[in-house]
């Protein structure tokens, strides 16, 4: 499989990926185990479909649901704004109230996914894009007596519906991080990290077509700077 890192642990999880038709055993009871004393390393990354998800939820616009429930943190070597779901004092999850998750309709892929893990996997030799799901490891103490299959875990979270979505953000994402390290000065970086969090996160309407926007945002931002590679035919 081309344009992936063979280390360790992609060779690992490229065993162990699933097919749509894999089935395993779990029944998420909603007790909120998942929801509470999450480790720094395991905080939930909040991505544009999961902002306009939420918003939609609540009525609320995007921006709001930052204030309220996230988190802003810098991207390492992204160099990008990152946002982070916001916890509680007692390490719970901003979005659980008496043990239950409050948007639970339009909660996060990731937690909408859990226990499943993918991971987004472009193949240069067929020109293909496609997500590849793999069962993570975890403690949660769902019941284990009923079967379900990946294809049925997927369709209960109304995950796909956002496939293309996702993968405008995260081509938005790569865009904007080229461009910040192509930039000289720390002033340069500044204004392009609010210009990139601001069409990342904030530049949408939540009555408006969600994947026409992020199309209009990332062609925006590569307009920034032209001489950055960009396949406009990756937008159909």
Same mark, same amino acid.
């Given at each position: 499989?081309?344009?992936?890192?063979?280390?360790?642990?992609?060779?690992?999880?490229?065993?162990?990926?699933?097919?749509?038709?894999?089935?395993?055993?779990?029944?998420?009871?909603?007790?909120?185990?998942?929801?509470?004393?999450?480790?720094?390393?395991?905080?939930?990354?909040?991505?544009?479909?999961?902002?306009?998800?939420?918003?939609?939820?609540?009525?609320?616009?995007?921006?709001?649901?930052?204030?309220?429930?996230?988190?802003?943190?810098?991207?390492?070597?992204?160099?990008?704004?990152?946002?982070?779901?916001?916890?509680?004092?007692?390490?719970?999850?901003?979005?659980?109230?008496?043990?239950?998750?409050? $948007?639970?309709?339009? *909660?996060?892929? +990731?937690?909408?996914?859990?226990?499943?893990?993918?991971?987004?996997?472009? %193949? &240069? /030799?067929?020109?293909?894009?496609?997500?590849?799901?793999?069962?993570?490891?975890?403690?949660?103490?769902?019941?284990?007596?009923?079967?379900?299959?990946?294809?049925?875990?997927?369709?209960?979270?109304?995950?796909?519906?956002?496939?293309?979505? $996702?993968?405008?953000? *995260?081509?938005? +994402?790569?865009?904007?991080?080229?461009?910040?390290?192509?930039?000289?000065? %720390? &002033? /340069?970086?500044?204004?392009?990290?609010?210009?990139?969090?601001?069409?990342?996160?904030?530049?949408?309407?939540?009555?408006?077509?969600?994947?026409?926007?992020?199309?209009?945002?990332?062609?925006?931002?590569?307009?920034?700077?032209?001489?950055?590679?960009?396949?406009?035919?990756?937008?159909?």
């Amino acid at each position: 499989m081309s344009g992936i890192k063979t280390d360790s642990k992609t060779e690992t999880l490229d065993k162990n990926f699933l097919p749509r038709s894999a089935s395993f055993n779990f029944k998420c009871t909603q007790c909120g185990q998942c929801c509470r004393n999450v480790a720094p390393a395991d905080k939930v990354l909040i991505s544009t479909v999961d902002l306009f998800r939420i918003a939609v939820l609540q009525g609320i616009e995007m921006t709001e649901v930052i204030e309220k429930y996230c988190d802003m943190v810098p991207g390492g070597e992204s160099m990008l704004p990152l946002l982070v779901m916001r916890e509680r004092l007692d390490g719970s999850c901003i979005f659980l109230k008496k043990g239950k998750c409050t $948007v639970h309709e339009a *909660k996060p892929l +990731a937690c909408a996914l859990h226990p499943l893990g993918r991971i987004d996997i472009y %193949d &240069d /030799e067929t020109d293909s894009q496609d997500f590849h799901y793999y069962l993570k490891e975890t403690s949660c103490p769902a019941e284990r007596d009923q079967s379900v299959t990946v294809q049925e875990w997927l369709d209960a979270g109304d995950v796909e519906r956002y496939d293309s979505c $996702v993968r405008l953000y *995260k081509r938005m +994402a790569s865009v904007c991080s080229k461009i910040m390290h192509a930039l000289k000065t %720390d &002033d /340069e970086r500044r204004e392009m990290f609010s210009t990139a969090f601001f069409m990342m996160y904030a530049k949408y309407d939540i009555k408006g077509d969600l994947r026409g926007q992020l199309a209009q945002n990332l062609a925006f931002i590569q307009s920034i700077n032209p001489k950055i590679a960009f396949d406009k035919s990756k937008l159909v």
